[in-house]
């Protein structure tokens, strides 16, 4: 079967393969969040700030279970890019019927799982009574789609790990604006409100899932899904699950810890809360575009793991740290400087507006250091060890987190000592997965000679 439409990452020059390849994939990450965005500008100039306060609060509750089924995702990319890197195309064919099983299972279970949830984990995070009931409704809808957002997620996973980064572009991008189309449709004619939103959200996932099964069906090359031979593989299962699981818990966790940081910000008033839900979206655009570079990471070093090239190994590494890093700096430049544009798509508010700017430049002046932490678990990933940086993540930025909001932030109670746990959180951690990685790296590369 011809592989001329996928991508050799393991030949050619390196810089300007990987920002190619992780353009597309960028505005592909950009345009999921814009889901998010579309939603809360939408109900915050429609339908007030209340309504605004109501999707802010849900927000992390809602990214807490699309995070962990995206954790999945990078499970996938990885063996099947492995296996690219190969060239055995039965192996290919069997990582992606495994994982497109798998891949449905855990977006049903998700969907069960987040239902029965929904409220007692809005209650724990403080939610403020005024907001709870629209909360609680948005989430009850948005959550129907999360059996979409595995299998979009999947065949996105696949598409990558095949360097094909274009298809999810072009699905996402007519998803994303049906999706802006009916926020307003619902939101401004029927006066849905959070209802509405929500609605549309799911509506779109929906459509890019079926687009993209839609397109693996069809292929011609080794990544096709073919329905009529699916059956799970158990080496290919215990693989996926091997790296998939760990990095699923590891976002599982850690948007645990933010609900913590959540229940911090909803000590505050009303408007402080639904400014620092808006604001909350720049860290989400700027995570997504350094995530590019991240994918990225997994699927070059993947492949020339596979191939057992050691120097482009290293150097895919680099590169995609390098640019991380810059992105996410150049970032926050940018938002320092249109801050005052970007918080006022989503309210009027000059309290809302201010919270949010407030936030701004907090966390934005360390996103640098995230691409040293998330871009060197890539790169362990890629190498086949996903446990260790779980667990340095699980205590680095989720449990130090959680001792902070009970002690420090406990005891100063300024969203200054609120928001400092970020920066502090991630320098610790990404100190430590950087020791980590440079452990086994040496221990990998010395098996290739």
């Known amino acids: 079967m011809s592989i001329r439409n996928t991508k050799d990452l393991t030949v050619g020059n390196l810089p300007k393969q990987i920002m190619f390849f992780s353009l597309p994939l960028m505005v592909t990450n950009v345009l999921q969040v814009m889901f998010n965005i579309a939603d809360i500008a939408v109900v915050g100039r429609f339908a007030g700030d209340m ?3 109501s999707v802010s609060s849900a927000a992390i509750v809602a990214i807490f279970f699309g995070g962990m089924i995206m954790g999945f995702g990078g499970g996938i990319n990885v063996v099947v890019a492995y296996h690219y890197g190969t060239k055995n195309h039965d192996n290919i064919a069997k990582s ?9 299972i855990i977006g049903l279970t998700f969907f069960t799982t987040a239902q029965c949830v929904c409220h007692p984990l809005l209650t724990l995070i403080g939610t403020r009574a005024e907001l709870f009931d629209g909360a609680k409704l948005y989430l009850r809808i948005v959550f ?6 595995a299998i979009y997620n999947f065949g996105n996973a696949v598409y990558s790990a095949a360097g094909d980064t274009r298809k999810p572009f072009y699905i996402l991008t007519v998803s994303g604006i049906i999706n802006i189309i009916l926020n307003l449709v619902f939101v401004i004619f029927f006066k849905m409100s959070v209802a509405g939103v929500a609605l549309a959200t799911v509506i779109s996932q ?5 687009s993209v099964l839609i397109a693996l069906i069809m292929s011609k090359q080794p990544h096709k899904l073919r329905l009529s031979a699916l059956k799970l593989d158990p080496g290919m299962l215990k693989t996926i699950l091997s790296l998939g699981l760990p990095y699923s818990a590891q976002i599982g966790v850690f948007h645990i810890a933010n609900m913590f940081f959540q229940y911090g910000v909803n000590s505050f008033d009303a408007s402080f809360v639904a400014g620092n839900g808006a604001a909350g979206n720049a860290d989400a655009i700027v995570y997504n575009m ?7 990471c997994g699927s070059f070093m993947g492949q020339n793991f596979g191939a057992g090239i050691r120097r482009r190994i290293r150097d895919s590494y680099l590169w995609c740290l390098l640019f991380s890093a810059a992105v ?10 249109f801050g005052q544009t970007f918080m ?9 507006i201010r919270a949010g700017i407030y936030r701004l430049r907090y966390l934005g002046m360390v996103y640098g250091v995230t691409a040293l932490m998330d871009c060197t678990i890539a790169g362990a990933r890629a190498l086949g060890h996903g446990i260790m940086p779980t667990i340095i993540v699980i205590m680095g930025s989720c449990v130090f987190r959680i001792i902070w909001i009970f002690t420090i932030f406990a005891r100063i109670h300024t969203p200054a000592s609120l928001f400092m746990l970020y920066p502090v959180s991630w320098t610790i951690t990404a100190i430590a997965e950087l020791i980590y990685f440079a452990v086994i790296y040496r221990k990998e590369m010395s098996k290739i000679g």
């Open 96 to 104: 992606v019927s495994t994982a497109f099983i798998i891949s449905m």
């Open 344 to 352: 006022s798509i989503f309210s009027s508010d000059p309290a809302v």
């Open 328 to 337: 996410g700096q150049i970032a926050f430049f940018l938002f320092i400087i």
């Open 206 to 210: 929906y459509l890019s899932a079926g």
């Open 290 to 296: 350094m995530a590019a570079f991240y994918t990225a």
């Open 51 to 53: 309504a605004l306060g």
């Open 144 to 149: 129907c789609g999360l059996p979409a957002g």
